[in-house]
C-alpha cells in the first residue's frame, strides 16, 4: 500500500452515463497526477495538479473529461457522455514536488 | 515532447540468471529515468530511480545504467526470484513536469 487510495477500484457503465473517480494522495504531496492505462501499454499521462492549480493537460483530455482539486488534497476525475474507447485503467499518482511518484491501485473502467 | 522506447517487450529468464531490459529516450534535456514494476491488478511502484547526474546506481539485486551521450539506460535484475515475475516500465521525465513511460516489458521468470 502506498498511502495513494482511489474509489471505486471498478466501475462498469453504459455509453453516454457520465462517471467520476476519486483520488486521495498522501497528505503531504503537492502535486497530483492522473494517468490512463490500456491494456498491453504503459500509463499515459492525463493532466497533474501542484496544490489546487491544474497546470497541464495532455491532449488525450478530450472535453468530456474534468478534473478537480478543490483544496489542494483530493482530486476527482469525471469523464462525461462515456465513449466505450474511454475504457480503461484510471490511475493516480502523489508527489512531493518533482520527486517520486507514488501510484494508487487504479479504477478500471469498463463502457459497454 | 519526450517518447521512450522499451524493449523487448516480452522476456523469460532461469530462475537465477540475470535479466537485462533496455530503454531509450528522445529528449537531451531529460534528467530523471525512473524504472516501476508493475504487478496483476496493482499500480506500477518504484524499484529504482536514477539522474543523469550519475552513470550508473545499484540497489541490491537491482541496477540501472544511463548513457547520456546515446541517450539510452537499462534494467539488469541479477539472481532473479520468482517474485520478479511483473511488467516493468521505465520512464524519462519531460521538463521536470511529468514521466513518460515506455510500452513496458512482461517479465516471466521461469522455475
Known amino acids: 500500500d502506498t498511502g495513494v487510495s482511489q474509489n471505486p477500484r471498478h466501475k462498469i457503465t453504459k455509453r453516454g452515463q457520465n462517471v467520476t473517480f476519486r483520488c486521495d494522495p498522501i497528505?503531504?504531496?503537492?502535486?497530483l497526477y492522473w494517468y490512463r492505462q490500456t491494456l498491453g501499454q504503459g500509463p499515459e499521462f492525463l493532466t497533474y495538479f501542484q496544490n489546487e492549480a491544474q497546470l497541464e493537460k495532455s491532449r488525450l483530455l478530450s472535453d468530456r473529461f474534468s478534473a478537480e482539486r478543490p483544496k489542494g488534497s483530493f482530486s476527482t476525475l469525471e469523464i462525461q457522455r462515456t465513449e466505450q474507447g474511454d475504457s480503461a485503467m484510471y490511475l493516480c499518482?502523489?508527489?512531493?514536488?518533482?520527486?517520486?511518484?507514488?501510484f494508487g491501485p487504479g479504477t478500471r473502467l469498463t463502457v459497454l | 515532447g519526450e517518447n521512450v522506447e522499451q524493449h523487448p517487450s516480452t522476456l523469460s529468464v532461469q530462475e537465477g540468471d540475470s535479466a537485462v531490459i533496455k530503454c531509450t529516450y528522445s529528449d537531451s534535456a531529460s534528467n530523471y529515468f525512473p524504472w516501476y514494476k508493475q504487478e496483476l491488478g496493482k499500480g506500477p511502484q518504484l524499484i529504482i530511480d536514477?539522474?543523469?547526474?550519475?552513470g550508473e546506481k545499484k540497489d541490491q539485486r537491482i541496477a540501472v545504467t544511463l548513457n547520456k551521450t546515446a541517450k539510452h539506460f537499462s534494467l539488469h535484475i541479477t539472481e532473479t526470484q520468482p517474485e520478479d515475475s511483473a511488467v516493468y516500465f521505465c520512464?524519462?521525465?519531460?521538463?521536470?513536469?511529468?514521466?513518460?513511460f515506455g510500452k513496458g516489458t512482461r517479465l516471466h521468470i521461469l522455475p
Open positions: 520512464a524519462a521525465d519531460e521538463r521536470d513536469d511529468k514521466i513518460i
Open positions: 536514477i539522474r543523469s547526474n550519475v
Open positions: 499518482a502523489s508527489s512531493q514536488d518533482f520527486r517520486e511518484q507514488f
Open positions: 497528505s503531504e504531496h503537492n502535486r
